[in-house]
C-alpha cells in the first residue's frame, strides 16, 4: 500500500496507481519502466487502429453485399420496377460503393502508419498492396474508381435484376449485378488508362462484384503482412502491461480490482502527472477484431443463397 509518509512529504518519483478516489496504492518504479508501459500503450493502440481500418473495410463490403441480397428478395416479392425505384435503388448501391472505397482509402492510406511502430514493416506493407495491386484486376480497379468518384462521378453505372429458371425450370432465382460502363470512365482523361483497356476488354458493361470481391480479398491477403508483423511486439507489449497488472495486485493485496491502473509521474508536490493507463481492454478488443475478420481467402469465389439445396 501507499506509506503515510508519502503523503506528509511527497517527493517526486514514478508509480503505479489506481486513479480511483477508493485507491491509495502506489508502487514505485523508475523512469525506464514508466517509458516502457507508455511505449506499449502507444503501439497497441497503433496496433488496434490498424485492425479497425481493416473493420471498416470488411463492415462496408458487408453492408454492399446485405444491400445486394435485400433488393433481390425484394423483386423476388415484390416483382417489377418503375422509374423511381429504378433511380433510388442505383442511390442506394452507389452509397454503399462510396463508402466502401472511402473505407478502403483510409485503410491504405493510413495503415502504414499505425504499423511504423515495428522497423519494417511499413516497407513490407507498402510491398505488399503493390504485390495486390499488381496481381488482380479488381484491385486495380478499384483503385482507379476510388480517384474517379473523388472528381468525376458515381461508380455504378447500371445494374441489373436478373432472374433465371434452374434445375430443369423447377426454381426461379434472383439476383442483383450492378455494372460499370467502361464508355463511362472513357471521358475521364484522369482515369488510368491501362486499367481503362483492361475493362474494355471484357465488354460494354462490366460486372462490379467479381471486381469487389477480389480488391477485398487483395486487401485481406495484403493485411496478413500487417499481422504477421505485429504478432510478436504485440505479444511483447502485451507483457509489459502484464507485469505492471501482477505488480501493483501483489503490492496491494487489499484491492479486489485494478480498474484505473496507470503509470504516472509524482510530482515533489505530490500531483500525480501523465498518467499512462494499463488498457488491458486494447489486447481483448484486437484479439475480437483478428478472430472477427479472418483471412478472406478465396472471396472472389464465393457467394450466398436463400436456397439450401444449392450448397448441400
Known amino acids: 500500500m501507499r506509506d503515510p509518509s508519502d503523503k506528509l512529504h511527497p517527493s517526486a518519483a514514478f508509480g503505479l496507481v489506481r486513479l480511483v478516489l477508493s485507491s491509495l496504492g502506489f508502487v514505485r518504479i523508475d523512469e525506464d519502466r514508466y517509458r516502457r508501459i507508455e511505449a506499449a500503450r502507444d503501439a497497441l493502440t497503433a496496433a488496434v487502429a490498424s485492425e479497425q481500418k481493416f473493420d471498416l473495410v470488411i463492415e462496408n463490403y458487408l453492408e454492399l453485399e446485405e444491400t445486394l441480397l435485400s433488393l433481390a428478395t425484394r423483386h423476388m ?47 513490407r506493407t507498402k510491398t505488399a498492396l503493390s504485390q495486390q495491386y499488381d496481381g488482380r484486376l479488381g484491385f486495380r480497379t478499384m483503385e482507379a474508381l476510388r480517384n474517379y468518384v473523388q472528381h468525376r462521378d458515381v461508380p455504378v453505372h447500371s445494374y441489373a435484376v436478373l432472374s433465371k429458371w434452374i434445375e430443369n ?5 434472383y439476383s442483383m449485378a450492378p455494372a460499370l460502363m467502361p464508355k463511362e470512365l472513357k471521358g475521364d482523361r484522369q482515369f488510368k488508362q491501362s486499367v481503362l483497356s483492361e475493362l474494355e476488354a471484357l465488354g460494354e458493361q ?30 511483447e507489449w502485451e507483457a509489459v502491461f502484464s507485469a505492471a497488472k501482477a ?25 500525480l502527472l ?20 479472418a483471412s478472406l481467402v478465396n472471396l472472389a469465389r464465393r457467394f450466398v443463397s436463400s436456397d439450401s439445396t444449392i450448397v448441400e
Open 206 to 235: 462490366v460486372p462490379l462484384m467479381p471486381l469487389i470481391r477480389e480488391y477485398v480479398e487483395g486487401l485481406s491477403a495484403a493485411h496478413e503482412t500487417v499481422r504477421d508483423g505485429l504478432k510478436a511486439p504485440c505479444e
Open 77 to 123: 416479392v415484390l416483382g417489377g420496377q418503375t422509374a423511381q425505384t429504378i433511380w433510388v435503388e442505383k442511390d442506394l448501391l452507389n452509397r454503399r460503393m462510396l463508402n466502401l472505397l472511402a473505407a478502403a482509402r483510409a485503410y491504405t492510406d493510413q495503415v502504414r502508419q499505425h504499423v511504423d511502430v515495428v522497423p519494417g514493416l511499413s516497407e
Open 247 to 271: 505488480d501493483y495486485s501483489r503490492e496491494n493485496e487489499g484491492e479486489s480490482s485494478i480498474i484505473g491502473l496507470a503509470a504516472v509521474e509524482r510530482s515533489e508536490e505530490g500531483k
Open 169 to 173: 425450370r423447377t426454381k426461379l432465382g
Open 274 to 293: 501523465r498518467p499512462v493507463y494499463v488498457l488491458d481492454r486494447l489486447a481483448e478488443y484486437r484479439g475480437h477484431l483478428l478472430k472477427k475478420n
